[in-house]
């Protein structure tokens, strides 16, 4: 017994906690996520990236090549019509890139951080003794592992208010808050409810707390200052308290915020992977929907009355299925064991929340449709600069997922091989870069987007992507 207690005493003690990050609020953490009046075309693109360690990484880099390389008479391409890019775990490490620098970003991203070691200053060895008993203990690498590679390579510094001043895309960071079981937005009506300071947080350390994997990383660490701040609950929360035909993750986020503005129940706000709750980051988008109380939400109105055709791509990295340990009758078991459930957990997040949000695109449509075609001539006039061509019922929305399914069986094969990892050889980085570029060029909705761009038949863009290996889902409109 004595022996026991003496092992479980040093498995506590060598646990890497992590200390909070956010400084006290002063003043209001208002518009500090991208500038959201950059968008003056007719074209609105948003993109979400998946979770999956550097995989993830170089395929949303790959789906932003593709992007680029489209022809629309501007020197790069569609990337020049993003407005939205939402990120989770490795997918956030490539969102956050793109809006913090834009297409310009993507220079030497591949040389940068795709093919370097991003697990430099992480214990990962599973032959490790002490490295199993910090993952049992709640994490074998603390926050300044990952983090600290970050800021080193890519970010150098950069916070939430350098965000706000350099880009121009709407950057959506997620985590998962692992006590109330939400997503976590890196947002300002989220920070507000904390009392803290979003825009002195370092990008890096967002951008970590979405990639923290269980029992591989420690939770990252928030602190609660409940009554330090002149925080008003937004009139969405009570909307959302009341209203029975609130979604259910409406209202538990809506929980989520009360917890850390009202005392006493949460005091240190602990966050993990937001792959675990959202792999795809489209939780935002609900949040804009709700907060902003208004059908053109997560645009702007000028975005909103100006727009024609809008494309929602999801770059979904992760691999379709692991059957390693299926193969014997013992396993998984000790750390391969919670892995396999929080990739479990994960994956199943992933189906529903795509399924969700295809349908709260549906819904969206049709509210911005009839809000634009309840504008007075005068408003339109103002918003859109000019009555020449408007038809409030000219919008087409395209929803698509580029996903590992896209690929011709071969790649499929490889692509499945390919570990989520934070460092991998040059040839799977490589795969994973051209998978991303061959899957978004098989996804319908992506070909019925550029054939409507162009005037061209749709349903013949359509079929030119299932021939390139896509799958025939029903277009969203």
Not at 140 to 161: I, P, V, W
Not at 279 to 302: D, I, K, S, V
Not at 321 to 335: C, H, I, L, N, R
Request: charged content about 20%.
């Amino acid at each position: 017994m004595k022996r026991l207690l003496a092992c479980l005493a040093l498995v506590a003690a060598c646990a890497p906690w992590n200390t909070p990050i956010n400084a006290p609020l002063n003043g209001a953490n208002a518009g500090l996520v991208g500038n959201e009046n950059a968008g003056a075309g007719e074209t609105w693109v948003g993109l979400a990236f998946s979770g999956g360690g550097m995989r993830a990484s170089a395929f949303a880099y790959g789906m932003l090549q593709e992007l680029q390389a489209q022809t629309t008479g501007v020197p790069d391409g569609l990337l020049d019509s993003v407005r939205l890019v939402s990120g989770v775990s490795g997918g956030s490490v490539t969102a956050a890139q793109f809006g913090l620098y834009g297409p310009a970003g993507l220079s030497g991203y591949r040389e940068r951080y795709l093919l370097t070691n991003a697990e430099k200053y992480m214990a990962t060895t599973a032959l490790n003794p002490l490295t199993i008993a910090k993952g049992i203990a709640g994490g074998a690498n603390g926050r300044k592992t990952f983090g600290r590679y970050l800021d080193e390579t890519l970010f150098h510094g950069a916070t939430f208010a350098d965000l706000r001043r350099k880009s121009r895309v709407k950057t959506w960071i997620n985590a998962t808050d692992i006590a109330n079981n939400t997503p976590f937005l890196f947002s300002p009506e989220t920070f507000d409810a904390l009392c803290s300071d979003l825009s002195k947080l370092p990008v890096s350390e967002a951008v970590a707390a979405s990639a923290a994997f269980p029992i591989v990383f420690t939770p990252v660490v928030l602190e609660a200052r409940p009554g330090t701040c002149h925080y008003k609950e937004p009139d969405w929360l009570a909307a959302a308290r009341f209203n029975p035909e609130a979604t259910a993750t409406m209202r538990a986020y809506g929980q989520a915020l009360e917890s850390y503005a009202k005392g006493g129940e949460v005091k240190y706000v602990k966050l993990l992977d937001g792959g675990i709750t959202d792999n795809f980051g489209t939780t935002g988008l609900a949040l804009e929907w709700a907060r902003a109380q208004q059908p053109y939400a997560p645009m702007t109105p000028e975005e909103a009355v100006r727009m024609k055709r809008m494309l929602f791509l999801v770059a979904n990295a992760g691999v379709e299925s692991e059957y390693g340990w299926t193969q014997k009758v013992q396993g998984p078991g000790g750390m391969g064991l919670g892995m396999s459930i929080a990739t479990a957990s994960m994956y199943a997040a992933t189906r529903s929340g795509y399924d969700a949000m295809r349908g709260e695109l549906r819904r969206w449509e049709g509210d911005l449709v009839e809000w634009r075609c309840s504008l007075a001539p005068s408003e339109v006039k103002k918003l859109r600069g000019s009555l020449d061509g408007w038809d409030c019922r000219d919008i087409k929305v395209f929803v698509g997922q580029a996903g590992v399914e896209n690929l011709p069986a071969p790649m499929q094969k490889e692509m499945n091989k390919v570990p989520t990892r934070l460092h991998l050889p040059a040839d799977q980085v490589d795969l994973a870069i051209q998978a991303g570029r061959l899957a978004t060029r098989a996804t319908p909705e992506f070909n019925g987007f550029l054939a409507a761009l162009a005037g061209n038949d749709v349903e013949t863009r359509i079929q030119k992507g299932i021939a390139a290996g896509g799958r025939r889902i029903a277009p969203i409109n």
